[in-house]
Nanobody, 123 residues
């Protein structure tokens, strides 16, 4: 059974940092990518970043490039999203998802989703 569990969200001031974790289980690493998405109240789900577990290739949305870094620790079956220079507009529920795909932030390419973790950027 595929499971993804996000953690690491919280309240942070503008300009601050957070590291989100996505703990995965129940599937082999081959061919899978893990994507991070976010959704704010009243807005559509937005793709943030993605990483292919086999070779570590990545993809970032323009809105987070140079501020966010995605990485993986295959020995721990965990994917991380390091978020720096956070802005109020980064406030959302952040979800990780797994799919057999190249690194992409198209939600339809992902089959399994976590429950999400809240990130709030506010002074």
């Amino acid at each position: 059974q595929v499971q993804l569990v996000e953690s690491g969200g919280g309240l942070v001031q503008p300009g601050g940092s957070l590291r989100l974790s996505c703990a995965t289980s129940g599937f082999a690493l081959d061919y899978y990518s893990i994507g991070w998405f976010r959704q704010a109240p009243g807005k559509e789900r937005e793709g943030v970043s993605s990483i292919r577990l086999t070779d570590g290739s990545t993809y970032y949305a323009e809105s987070v490039k140079d501020r966010f870094t995605i990485s993986r620790d295959n020995a721990k079956n965990t994917v991380y999203l390091q978020m720096n220079s956070l802005k109020p507009e980064d406030t959302s529920v952040y979800y990780c998802a797994a799919g057999i795909t190249i690194p992409t932030i198209r939600p339809g390419r992902y089959d399994y989703w976590g429950q999400g973790t809240q990130v709030t950027v506010s002074s």
